[in-house]
């Protein structure tokens, strides 16, 4: 803190001896620079230590010399704009698609399809990976913060692998929340809607010792119940609660201590619409059986018949509605521990530890687990000489899974399970089996970024990864950035990245439906499955972007981003089988940023 206060100074003075020098003209500093003394001198001294974007080439850098399509995210940018919380704000953000299927959860897609899983990026807070190895997915109402400690959210649209590594390939989200010195004192947020959906979120700081902080925090969520389009109840009520706090403590000139840890706790019902779910063979085409319902509705289990939705129907067809409401709890904590500091030789560096517990039940297909994970990450860089810039890092992960499985009550009735020749009435609709519950992975990255000249920079580097989910892995990327005049900059970016099948791609069977009367079973009810595939590769994405960044004045911006991505071996998950195949995306962002003048 003490040498970014000094530099800070240094700089503000420098501007103002060379504002002196030019005649006290406002001319010699760039529009870029404009904006950014203009947005300094509205933060307190604490914050200027956060201001900068980390994610891109390893170090700090402000977020308009950043070879990237960036975009950062600050509390007012979440409150002003009319949004409740953090995930909402990203609806703002180009190449962001956010959608909400429940009242509790909310899906998002970078650059990509929207959908209910497999997001194809990656997502830090703090530090702490949080995609869920299990379904590809991120349950932000776990993660979520409190606005009140939320110091930005840096949005990387593209590959970010060379850094971060596997499953940073539509981009990354890093959450970086304040120091406990910035929330002092006591803060108090409520929020109701009209349809009866409450937030409420506490949190209170002080000040242990001179160089000391801590702050805890609380919130509270409530769920209203929505409507589906049919117009029955979604079920979709519930709570989730959660509680947090964090310490900081200064202990030299250039070292630093934080402790910091969560708990969230979320109790809600989901529903699986079973409608058609249960077919019969059809002998004129083996490939489209017809749903029973329609043809033999007297072959109907009773089992089935218990969640039948009297008066409703499906699709010009006709079909009746079947429902299965199930409980959906979910438990998670976390503990994380960081030691950071600069050295007389200007060598940043921290050194974290990570632990995390998270259990989970999706009563809806009865299925749920409990993982276990210890992270150690060190992360570090230095200026070589004059012209370049090496960051650094290694990291090791371990994670522990205890997966269980049953069949809910519908399809708890006799059928013949092709996968072991038996006859069973307790087939689950997820299976893990004796699927591998333990997997380790070390990683390493280096980035140098070069001074080539005065306009100039290039940065090379790679992740270096071996796991026991995918093997040994190295993910090269180079990015050039070009300071055309004072107001453009032009940069273009070369990366390749990698997505990890999730564990329910590789590793565990689906079974969707039943059928009746298969010609190698007649007159009974045999599964419809498809396998997991463990021999499924890592999808491979080579990708490429240009962009241009132009601050015609202050309080004006615009930016250019194209991007052309070749992935190969792209999972496709669908019965009756996983597939893979190679997909070309190309797309464009033009985005503007204005704000008007006081």
Known sequence: MHRIAVAV?????????????????????????????????????????????????????????????????RPDDVSLNGHVLMVDSFRNVAGMYVTRGVGYDDFVTMRNFSGSATEKFLTMVDGREVLQMMGGTINWTTEDVPLEILNRVEIIRG?????????????????????????QGNSVRLLIEDDGTFLGEYVHGGQLSEDSFYRVWLRDQEYSEGELMSGLPARDDGYARKAGFRYDKELGMDLDLTIAGGFATRRVDHILDLTARLFVYNPADPTTPLPVALVAPALIPASWQAVAVPGQTVSALGLPRYQNYEEMPQDASHLRAKLSGITDGDLEWSLAGYAELYDTTLGHVGHGWEREEFDLDFKANKPIGDHHHLAFGLSARHVSLDVNEVATAPWRFTAFDASTGTFRDDVPILDY???????????????????????????????????????SSIQPGARLSYTLDDQNILWGAYSRAYRQASLVERYTKVSYGRLWNHPLVPNQWTTMDFEADPTLDDERMDAFELGWRNRLQENLLLELSLYHYDTKDAVFSGPPIYSTSDVCTKGAELTFDYSPSA
């Open 433 to 471: 089996g004796s699927s591998p519950t333990s997997f380790t992975r070390y990683a390493g990255f280096v980035q140098d970024s070069i001074d080539l000249d005065d306009r100039t920079i290039l940065s090379l580097g790679a992740k270096f990864e071996d796991s026991d989910l995918s093997g």
């Open 9 to 73: 100074f240094l700089f503000c003075g420098a501007l103002g001896a060379q504002d002196k020098d030019e005649g006290n003209s406002s001319s010699s500093l760039t529009p870029f620079e404009k904006a950014e003394l203009r947005r300094l001198l509205d933060l307190d001294l604490r914050d200027l230590s956060n201001t900068p974007i980390r994610g891109v080439l390893g170090f700090e850098q402000e977020y308009w010399r950043n070879p990237a399509s960036v975009h950062v995210i």
């Open 159 to 183: 590959p970010g692998a060379s850094i971060w590594g596997t499953n940073a390939v539509s981009g990354v989200i890093n959450v970086v929340t304040k120091h406990a010195g910035d929330t």
